[in-house]
């Protein structure tokens, strides 16, 4: 199963430098959007302690886990600097100023 | 190759797609076609990019005209001015203009380009009401012009903005009405857009940023724009500018697929192999194009392809544009979007107004951004174009083109190489000679006594860095910069350089202090940003509008984030007071909403935990329903005013503290400050409210009020300092109040009162509050202004809807969904 983009509504609807979440039967997904409106999917669980990376300070291509303030890239879900950890990816598009979420992947386990 | 053996193109649209195509095409393969060409305007091929300068009165139709009727006639082409096509017969292979001719084709180009968009309000088909594409718009705002009076441009973009120039030019009275937070936000980041607003501003044009306008009024003919929040711009002449939309009609009726624009392959080729289309009116993998260059791409693609050849396809543009504006150097390019530090290059020049961002992604160019000196757009974007790897030149790039000859740049040695009367600071005109001479003759060893002694770097501090060096080179080893601490690495001021900045330059954005300041990033970082949307909201109540993406979640929720991602909330009660009914409506709350824990706070409050993010404002809503605002136990303000029972039931109390507890939480909750602010009021000297650990404190006496400050009982603990005494409640509110204002225009931001009481001296305070009356009244003036800007409680303004986003999910798929989804 792949390929499925769900459509999730206009790239409005996303604050800018900021994310919202979507709810999935296995797992809460971060949307982000940058300064510069690319969009960024993330599992919305910090690697540290599972915080909810969507509350995050976004800034550049990272954003800053609310409760302990790692730094995620949001290209590659990778955690930086000294810290070590990963949150999955998931693949997100922006097309015609909507934003899509392969669900294909997203709903998978 | 004789007429009749020619194939029979024909061409619908007369704009610049079409001409350049046929121009390519005559280069190609001249006596292949038969040319028919209809054209809508009744006028020749014109280059439409250069509209503005013939509304600024820069240049005439003649000079803008690309091909006359000669050009036309010498290469047989039949142009049809003033015909529109209005359906395509595909079985038939014959097209229909309005004026009811029928002309057959053996290959069809769709060049219908774009419309303006016009918004759905109330009265955009008033007379008076113009968009800006062809000639006749130009004229129509010429004649406007004429009459002189008012203008409003809806849009702040390309177009808008050069239409507004040209307006003003013309000696209308312009305002540009935009509805982004930024003027050009598709082609500018916000550094260039805020220099750009200040270019159009000096040229006597209002720009109102964040405007969305609701309704264009008149009877008969227009006479003013009205925007959402109510303000009513008089107008006799309204230009909406807003953007284009592809204009595929004809094609869609014909059968052909269009989504946004007419869908085309690689080689312009639309579903039906004999039938192209060109310009702003096509799709092309999904993008489509406003600006000239991708245009000219695709003309000579689809040139190629009529002529026979076999070429590669069309692959897509990368975009640069240029403001049209005279006096404003503007250049954007490719892909400048917000990214980490090391992969973009800045260069501020606050005196000249120069802002240059290059944007690099495995040292490649990707975009350009430059403001005041666009000497270098063009290189920037041959080297995007052709993806050269810029390792080698990385450290002069920047400089553009005539610093690539040189080679590396030390920044010290280049200091060092500099002669005695290269200028330093521009701002004050200091050279390096006179700084080095005042380093040695009076034995100078700080940036703070050089900007004292020759006022190098005293004002903009872009050249702090330069006046540093300078010193390590007089000093040696003997200067030590770790002295001074920068606010982040984004710049080289302090924090209280940068705050005492912000008010004497009256910068009042953070686009406005990135520029004047030489921030050394596009955008700042997590560090300089909370804390300048602080500073800004200290300095300019009510006018610097909160950036909420620069603020901790809590602060943006209006509540506490806990481990697992839930939230707490902590309702105020008024110096530890609560009744029967705010604890039931609590309780009530708390079933409702299966809250699994209930605390009792250290600062006398209840603590809701546990609390779903979606929930928050449906539980705020009951709280407020039950009397209860916001606690703001996440906030950098005025957390709470602990209280002991004082003399109203203690047989000790010596006065009311409870009630000054009250009066003083009313009073000074709601203001931001650089860190959060705990209050104590304790009765009598036993001080059970523990207000000697407190941030500021006041222990009540027989004769009146201690007033104590800078305690602390957290990771640091301290003991406060006594401050004063005085004799009335009164009093002890306005003293408190003037140490709050204090406190907010002083300190760094998240330094708490004791340790701003630590770098500034407690006497220096004292001072200022207890013996300059004059000063501590000024101060409290202050402090009431700025809770002016904050009295709302913000449970209640999102309980109301505000920034739902903030809390609901972007969507929720439950499985069945899913499935039908499928």
Known sequence: MSDFWFDLGPLAALPVRGARIVRTPRRDIAVFRTAGDDVFALENRCPHKGGPLADGIVHGRKVACPLHNWIINLEDGEATGADKGCARTFPVKLENGRVYLDMGIAAAP | ?822
């Open chain 2, 1 to 822: 190759m004789p007429q009749a053996s020619r194939r029979k193109l024909l061409v619908l649209g007369n704009g610049m797609a079409a001409g350049r195509m046929l121009e390519e095409l005559l280069a190609r393969a001249p006596d292949r076609h038969a040319v028919v060409v209809f054209g809508a305007e009744p006028r020749v091929n014109y280059d439409r990019i250069m509209l503005s300068p013939v509304l600024a009165g820069e240049k005439h139709f003649e000079d803008i005209v690309v091909h006359d009727d000669v050009w036309y006639a010498r290469h047989k082409i039949d142009l049809r001015k003033g015909e529109t096509a209005i359906a395509i017969d595909r079985r038939a292979r014959t097209v229909r203009t309005a004026g009811g001719t029928v002309e057959t084709y053996d290959d069809l180009v769709i060049a219908t380009g774009s419309r303006p968009i016009l918004l759905p309000v109330p009265g955009v088909d008033l007379p008076g009401v113009v968009t800006f594409r062809d000639l006749d718009d130009v004229e129509a705002m010429l004649g406007a012009a004429a009459r002189g009076g008012n203008a409003v441009v809806i849009g702040g973009g390309l177009l808008g903005l050069e239409a507004a120039a040209a307006l003003a030019l013309r000696g209308m009275r312009t305002t540009v009405v935009h509805l982004m937070p930024t003027l050009m936000e598709r082609q500018l980041d916000p550094s260039a857009a805020y220099l750009l607003q200040k270019a159009i501003e000096k040229r006597g044009i209002e720009v109102l940023t964040g405007a969305n306008t609701s309704a264009v009024l008149g009877d008969g003919t227009v006479e003013a724009v009205r925007l959402e929040d109510g303000r009513t711009l008089p107008a006799d002449l309204v230009v909406m500018a807003v953007g284009i939309r592809p204009h595929g009609a004809i094609a869609a009726a014909a059968g052909l697929e269009v989504k946004r624009g007419i869908v085309v392959d690689d080689h312009m080729r639309t579903v039906d192999p004999d039938i192209y289309a060109v310009g702003e009116c096509v799709e092309h993998r999904g993008v489509c194009y406003g600006l000239v260059a991708p245009l000219y791409d695709m003309a000579r693609v689809l040139a190629a392809t009529l002529a026979g050849e076999t070429v590669p396809g069309y692959a897509g543009s990368a975009l640069s544009s240029k403001l049209k504006v005279t006096g404003v150097d503007l250049f954007s390019a490719g892909d400048f979007s917000e990214r980490d530090e090391q992969d973009e290059i800045v260069l501020r020049d606050p005196s000249r107004g120069v802002y240059k961002r290059v944007v690099l992604r495995d040292n490649r160019i990707v975009g350009a951004v430059l403001y005041g000196d666009t000497a270098d757009g063009a290189w920037y974007f041959d080297l995007l174009k052709k993806g050269v790897d810029i390792s080698d030149q990385r450290d002069t790039l920047i400089f553009g083109q005539a610093w690539q000859a040189g080679g590396v740049l030390d920044p010290r040695a280049a200091v060092a190489a500099l002669s005695d009367d290269a200028e330093i600071c521009g701002c004050n005109g200091v050279c390096k000679g006179a700084i080095a001479g005042a380093i040695t003759a009076r034995g100078l060893t700080s940036v703070e006594e050089v900007r004292a002694e020759t006022k190098a770097s005293a004002s903009c501090g872009q050249c702090t860095s330069k006046v540093e060096t300078l010193l390590a080179l007089a000093l040696g080893d003997a200067y030590a910069a770790a002295a001074r601490k920068p606010m982040c690495k984004c710049v080289d001021l302090t924090h209280e350089e940068v705050r005492g900045l912000i008010v004497s330059r009256e910068l009042k954005s953070q686009p406005a202090v990135w520029q004047e300041l030489g921030w050394k990033t596009s955008c700042g970082c997590p560090t300089c940003r909370p804390a300048l949307n602080y500073y800004l909201l200290c300095a300019w109540p009510g006018e610097y509008r909160d950036d909420a993406q620069s603020r901790f979640v809590n602060e943006r929720v209006h509540a506490n984030i806990q481990k697992d991602g839930t939230f707490s909330v902590v309702p105020r009660m008024w110096g530890g007071l609560t009744t029967s009914a705010e604890l039931r409506a609590i309780a009530d709350v708390a079933d409702k909403f299966k809250i699994p824990t209930i605390k009792v706070t250290g600062g006398q409050r209840i603590d809701l935990l546990g609390v779903r993010k979606e929930d928050l404002p449906a539980v705020w809503a009951d709280l407020n329903a039950a009397g209860m605002v916001s606690g703001q136990a996440y906030a950098k303000g005025l957390r709470t005013v602990k209280t002991c029972v004082g003399s109203e039931w203690c047989r000790f109390g010596t006065q009311d503290s409870t009630g000054l507890g009250v009066k003083l939480e009313r009073f000074l909750c709601g203001s931001w400050t650089p860190a959060k602010v705990k209050l104590a009021v304790s009765g009598c000297p036993r001080n059970c409210a523990e207000a000697t650990v407190k941030d500021i404190g006041i222990v009540c006496v027989e004769s009146g009020y201690d007033i104590h400050i800078a305690g602390a009982a957290g990771l640091h603990v301290r003991g406060t300092d006594l401050l004063g005494h005085v004799g009335t409640e009164d009093e002890a509110i306005e003293h408190v109040a003037a140490v709050m204002q204090l406190y907010r225009e002083q300190a760094v931001y998240l330094d708490r009162v004791w340790k701003w009481v630590e770098k500034t001296g407690l006497e220096k305070i004292r001072a200022a509050i207890m013996d300059n009356h004059e000063g501590r009244k000024a101060l409290v003036a202050r402090f009431r202004k700025s809770q002016r800007a904050v009295h709302r409680d913000p449970w209640a303004e999102r309980a109301a809807g505000r920034e739902l986003h903030e809390f609901m999910p972007l969507a929720v798929l439950t499985p069945a969904r899913r499935m039908a989804a499928e």
